[in-house]
């Protein structure tokens, strides 16, 4: 047999390891894992709400080359694309999981002497309860963490066999890594060479030079290249959660190192790492009387036989499997979750699941209720089932500017399909520049410069949605419709925007909604969205008297009857004032007025002022404009403007 065939026997099998040793439960285990993201997360939900979006061009990629950690946050950012099919992003998400077990595994085994399966599944917790927060960096954070488990592997498993190579190897390992996947994977890498230094080869010393370059490479980016040491310590931005992050990456070294210096073997190597390491690992027999030394240093728990058990050991480790299932099941945020659905759902134009999502929200963000006011008037229901949603006490429906930079590129679609096509485009740009390129924000802008006549505009933002993974062929389409129709006449939703667009400017600071509302129905008054959306800012902003005034439009509207919402505000004008309003041939209808009385009823003990009360009024209620008056008029009062269910 060839020399070199046989010198490689030991190291081929060091590495079979791997496979017969991988175990049913783990497979089981990560078979759950891909169905918990793909049925439980929805990565596709996360996609619409968050993105990250990537351009498939050379400057877009640029930045990411110039920063430590920058190609490890391209590649979760790459992979983040995936996360449109809810299937696919979970397999990813799934493929990162299997290989971090695999490396843990390997990386453990190393430097404890026994397979370590078990502990080897703690990453994968981590990294599920991480991947639970909507928005988080996850799959950036993932990929940082298995280079660096990577990098170990192959540092530990095919080290130099020479001392001082292997000291090499590891400072250039580390600087390598932190350029690639920052400084929490090039430390956590550094941590476990020096580990491996001190538990192989009882050098303390060799331990020096991983750590040295761990540290040396921060300093020489904060000093030589102006680095900002929060842009190193932080290279994810905003949504990190750092006790899960930070246990992430300490884990392992963690882990290792109680391994390591509490097992049995950790001061012997396996004859095949001996012959690895240039040498034979001799057994030499015990001298007379130390086998009972040995005995008595044994710990504690190594002395109790029903300890020592397998089936004992294996249920033990199944029970906390268990255990954190459950934790990370508990832990996933079921709120942020109808919040991205809301968004999924309006992107889709699948209103109906949009609102049932809205019902079971306890509090709403100000882009959710933007999206679920025009999900309601899409249905037909915004002024039957506006107060089956939950709505901000005493606020009108759009804000602009103060309402938070998510709801910027949502107030902006809303905008363009009332006709306000140039607040439409002011907020969309507002939004494009703070919150980065995103698929909706192109499309909005695109739409603007083809109603303003401007279809050259119109390419370029449809040019860099193409860009976008997956977008391609949207892109293509909409540039081949604008080369045969600048106008895009036959488009029939631009068309009906064309139509409620007003034919003269109203100078304006910021966006007074009651008076941009009133000149869209000035200039075209059968625009039904913009009366709803008037009749909607009277009613969340407590003015009864305008909302009732306005009635009169119902008929050149061609209104059937009068919507719930608008027949509740009627009864409670009529009774605050002493009144009675007369509807020229309307009536409010009976079950209205019964349900009315009851309500009066209840309000004699003045339910609405004590979180009780609210609770017993909401459970009859609830859906109601009356109870939404009173208890928005007492937090409002009290100084509360939080936005749950009112």
Known sequence: MHPRTENRKPEAKALRWLAPSFPAGAMIFLAGFFVYVWLRIEPALEYQAFGPYVLLRRSFFDPFLKRPGGLADYLGAFLAQLNLLNWLGALVFTALGALSFLTVCFCLERLSGQPRQTASLLPLFLLLLVRNRYGSPALAISAGFVLATTASVGYLGLCPRRHWACVIVSGLGTILLFYVAGVWSSAMFAVLAALFAIVRWKSWTSALCPVAAAVAGPVAAIWFWGIQPTALWNPWGENVEWGLTAALFLIVPLVASGLAFGGQNHGKAKPWEDKIM??????????????????????FAQKIPWLQKAGFRRAC????????????????????????????????????????????????SPAAEVRLHRALYHLGRLGD???????????????????????LRVQSRTLLELGLVNDAEHLGHEALEMDGVRP???????????????????????????????????????????????????????????????????????????????????????????????????????????????????DSLGYAGIPRNYEEALLLYERLKGVKISLKGRQVRPETIERFQQFTEALKEKLYETPQGRLALQKDFGDTYWFYFYTARSRMASGSTKGGKT
Not at 280 to 294: F, L, M, R, T, Y
Not at 348 to 363: F, I, M, N, P, R
Not at 385 to 407: K, M, Q, T
């Open 440 to 554: 909706d924000i192109l499309r909005t802008l695109a739409r603007v410069n083809v109603l303003k006549n401007r279809p050259r505009a119109a390419r370029i933002f449809l040019n860099v949605l193409g860009q976008i993974p997956f977008h391609q062929a949207e892109a293509k389409a909409a540039l081949a419709a604008l080369d045969s129709d600048a106008r895009l006449s036959t488009d029939t939703s631009l068309a009906l925007i064309r139509s409620r667009m007003p034919t003269t400017d109203l100078p304006h600071a910021g966006l007074p909604e009651e008076a941009l509302l009133q000149h869209l129905l000035t200039a075209n008054p059968h625009n039904k969205m913009a009366f709803e959306y008037l009749m909607t800012d009277y009613l969340l902003t407590l003015n009864l008297g305008k909302a009732v005034d306005s009635l009169w439009r119902l």
């Open 278 to 299: 240039g040498g034979q690992n001799h057994a030499s027999p015990e001298p007379p009387g130390k086998s009972d030394s040995v005995e008595k240093s044994k710990p």
């Open 317 to 364: 480790a199944l029970g906390l499997i268990l255990a954190g299932c459950l934790f990370v099941w508990m832990r996933f945020n079921q709120q942020r979750k109808l919040l991205a659905e809301i968004d999924y759902y309006s992107n889709e134009h699948d209103y109906s699941h949009a609102v049932s999502a809205g019902k079971e929200l306890t509090e709403i």
């Open 385 to 407: 089932d506006l107060f089956e949603i939950p709505n901000w006490p005493g606020e009108a429906p759009l804000r602009g500017l103060d309402s938070g930079l998510e709801a």
